[in-house]
């Protein structure tokens, strides 16, 4: 609680309207709010360098028109790790400046005692129906954390201890923290984000839970870590003697803490403290992201030792206004059912002159599975396993997102499901229905698919690969096999390797091989043509042994109806091939060495002068 004299208590708690109790307000608006961690007098909160840039006082200010409202956590039971920011609405009249994103001080004066009530910034700033009138709503410095910070995190030299990384933040944000010593500030932090956006109040509230405390900011506008005490029986509270009636209370005792399960997600495994029964939960505390189960559990330890054991009543009380009380703080109140001991959980400040105090704490019975401050922000580091089982599905999940490694198995009633993912790299899956079979390998843009279906078999791959004992396909799409291409197969390609060919009919273009025909370029035979092969305008025919020229081998070439066959020699087929039409006589002469002794011959189609040779040496010459 703020230290403020009694006397000055006093005058706060007198419900006089007389001129010694009256109250007058004034807002401060500066360049810079520099506070110092005072509270009273209100004039040592800042350096007296500090320029006042606009002041406004009761003479301007919608008399009753004040509202403030705090809260440690706003929900219904106590979540650790909530970081709220004060909310102040005021009404002005004949403000003509704009203050908007202007930060001030709110001080009130009672009998020449100035108490400081906040230090805020200007969110809105909005005319109302009377047009001379403009209400005011501010928040407090805890808005500074509700920034980007993804760049600041990313420049952090890890790993680091959790008090230079609370530090650092603040620095960053401009806030200024009170001096307090952590439960672990010494812990080791690493580097386990590396996230587009950041928000600054999401890492304040994983410092704060892990911590089992809350961050709130004070009235001097530093960052306050508050932890609750224990409102049994045997702690004393602020005594509250005076209040509206009828109070409202609960029957029953908020259940203390016995238990703490640390999760990296919900469905994970955990480590857990202390005994079961009113366990709570820290879930996605990126913090502990990475942390050996070992740690963890001396981790879940140390947060239990604060946040265990904390019982109180559920209660709403109206009393006169308190600026000493903060949330966090114990109180007091005697009813027809005996004292009432609870804590300001939450709280609303209303009026000015007659300034009424509601304050409020909730909460139910026990915890059936509480979960801590939940942030959606990329786990890079840690593992984690995942146990689903109820009437719809039962399934199993695997982490290891350091090595960046997921493998997951589900079943349906319809389905059953596998996949292991090397996140942002690689994956493969297998998904099994009545239907169908289905496996897929993919990798970046490139995948490889197996479909199995009652009809079909469906393949799809970049490439396709296989090596068996007679079959062979590479990459490249080379193959080797043995045995035979049956039931019609037809054989596309521009070049064809083999020793035996057995088929019914190829075709390659300039070669093509049927049960009728022969083919090659311009040159035919027909099954029945007896080894003949010709061109397709018939003019040459070549005659293995007996056809349509006749017995024996034989080349016809019907140009002058020349015939070469049986007594035809090998001089006569080259002297008519490079020569044209048959001219009945030509003479060779052989110069080069090898050939001096070789006679001049004179050579007609069936009349020779000497005899013709069987062969033309490669070192003579025809002779025109």
């Not at 506070?35 to 320029?51: G, I, K, T």
């Not at 892990?210 to 004070?218: D, K, L, Y």
């Not at 290891?400 to 198995?409: I, L, P, R, S």
Request: proline content about 2%; overall charge negative.
């Amino acid at each position: 609680m703020a230290i403020i004299p009694d006397t000055v208590k006093d005058l706060f708690l007198n419900d006089s309207t007389s001129i010694k109790y009256r109250k007058n307000f004034k807002l401060s608006f500066f360049d810079k709010l520099l506070p110092s961690p005072d509270l009273y007098p209100s004039s040592a909160v800042f350096p007296s360098n500090n320029e006042q840039t606009l002041v406004i006082e009761n003479d301007k200010i919608v008399t009753e028109s004040l509202k403030i409202i705090e809260s440690l956590s706003s929900s219904e039971d106590l979540i650790f790790g909530s970081c709220e920011s004060s909310q102040l609405e005021i009404m002005v009249a004949d403000v003509d400046y704009d203050v908007t994103g202007a930060e001030f001080t709110l001080t009130v004066d009672i009998n020449n005692n100035d108490v400081l009530l906040g230090s805020y910034i200007v969110k809105s700033f909005i005319r109302q129906s009377n047009r001379r009138i403009r209400k005011i709503t501010a928040y407090d410095r805890m808005i500074f954390f509700n920034t980007d910070v993804a760049n600041w995190y990313k420049d952090l030299s890890f790993p680091m201890t959790l008090k230079k990384f609370r530090d650092s933040l603040c620095e960053y944000v401009g806030v200024i923290q009170e001096n307090i010593t952590l439960p672990l500030d010494s812990m080791l932090v690493e580097k386990t984000l590396d996230p587009k956006v950041l928000s600054g109040l999401d890492v304040l509230k994983t410092i704060c839970e892990i911590n089992g405390c809350f961050g709130h900011i004070n009235r001097t506008g530093n960052l306050q870590y508050i932890f609750v005490g224990s409102f049994d029986d045997s702690s004393n509270g602020e005594q509250i003697e005076k209040y509206k009636s009828p109070a409202t209370y609960e029957d029953y005792i908020v259940s203390g803490i016995t238990g703490l399960t640390i999760k990296n997600e919900d469905g994970d495994i955990g480590v857990s403290a202390g005994k079961a029964g009113n366990t709570y939960t820290i879930s996605e505390n990126f913090l502990l992201f990475g942390k050996s189960a070992k740690d963890l559990t001396q981790i879940a330890n140390t947060i239990l030792g604060k946040i265990s054991g904390k019982t109180y009543r559920p209660a709403k009380i109206e009393c006169n206004f308190r600026p000493w009380l903060d949330v966090g703080t114990s109180i007091d109140f005697n009813t027809n059912d005996g004292k009432i001991k609870t804590f300001v959980m939450k709280r609303e400040i209303s009026g000015m002159q007659r300034m009424r105090d509601s304050i409020e704490a909730t909460g139910y019975p026990a915890r059936e599975d509480t979960f801590g401050i939940n942030t959606e922000i990329l786990q890079l580091k840690g593992k984690a396993a995942f146990l689903t089982k109820n009437a719809e599905e039962v399934s199993a999940k695997l982490i290891d997102v350091e090595k960046n490694v997921e493998a997951q198995f589900k079943m349906t009633a319809e389905q059953i499901s596998s996949t292991v993912k090397r996140l942002s790299e690689a994956e493969s899956s297998i998904k099994q229905t009545a239907e169908k079979i289905e496996l897929k390998v993919s990798k970046g843009e490139i995948s490889s698919a197996l479909s199995l279906e009652s009809d079909k078999v469906t393949l799809t791959s970049n490439r396709l690969i296989v090596d068996s004992t007679n079959f062979k396909l590479d990459g490249n799409g080379n193959a080797s096999f043995s045995g035979n291409i049956t039931a019609g197969a037809t054989i596309t390609g521009a070049t064809m390797r083999a020793g035996f060919i057995d088929g019914t009919e190829i075709d390659i273009g300039t070669f093509h091989v049927s049960n009728d025909v022969i083919k090659l370029g311009d040159f035919y035979s027909l099954n029945d043509d007896n080894g003949v092969f010709r061109s397709q305008d018939k003019n040459i025919i070549i005659q293995a042994d007996g056809g349509e020229l006749g017995s024996g081998a034989k080349i016809r070439v019907r140009n002058g109806d020349v015939i070469f066959g049986s007594g035809y020699s090998l001089l006569e087929l080259y002297r008519y091939v490079h020569y044209g039409d048959w001219d009945p006589c030509k003479t060779y002469s052989c110069f080069t060495d090898g050939c001096d002794d070789c006679s001049r011959y004179t050579c007609s189609q069936g009349d020779c002068t000497g005899d013709c040779p069987d062969e033309i040496p490669i070192e003579c010459d025809i002779l025109e």
